[in-house]
């Protein structure tokens, strides 16, 4: 399985993020499965996002539930990822992961690692300056 993050690598604050990830040797749709977005700002450890699962429903960390909108294109297989009115905070590289089995958390705190999820993309780096 393989994941390709892709979308704009430098942004102005207020604009709106759009990053796409395509999946690849799996279904975005897989039974039982979770895709997932998480970042790495700069310093920092990695942040979840929030979580997409086969059955279509969508979670969000509490920390972005008001500023993030996770969807799917199943025909491509693709997860995407927008946050509106970025701020240079926002600044970070971003993953997007997958598994089998459902990663749900819904508190303002998510401690995600790794090795919670066996397949990951490379990362993008997202940068918010003006």
């Known amino acids: 399985v393989q994941l390709q993050e892709s979308g704009p690598g430098l942004l102005k604050p207020s604009q709106t993020l759009s990053l796409t990830c395509t999946i690849s040797g799996a279904s975005i749709e897989m039974k039982d499965s979770s895709w997932v977005w998480i970042r790495q700002p700069p310093g920092k450890g990695l942040e979840y996002i929030g979580t997409?699962?086969?059955?279509?429903?969508?979670y969000y960390s509490s920390t972005f539930e008001s500023r993030a909108s996770i969807s799917e294109v199943p025909s491509k297989d693709q997860l995407t990822l927008q946050l509106s009115s970025v701020t240079p905070e926002v600044s970070a590289v971003y993953y997007c992961?997958?598994?089998?089995?459902?990663?749900?958390?819904?508190?303002?705190?998510?401690?995600?690692?790794?090795?919670?999820?066996?397949?990951w993309g490379q990362g993008t780096q997202v940068t918010v300056s003006s």
């Open positions: 997409k699962t086969d059955r279509g429903d969508v």
């Open positions: 992961a997958g598994r089998n089995g459902y990663y749900i958390c819904l508190s303002d705190v998510c401690d995600v690692s790794e090795s919670d999820f066996p397949w």
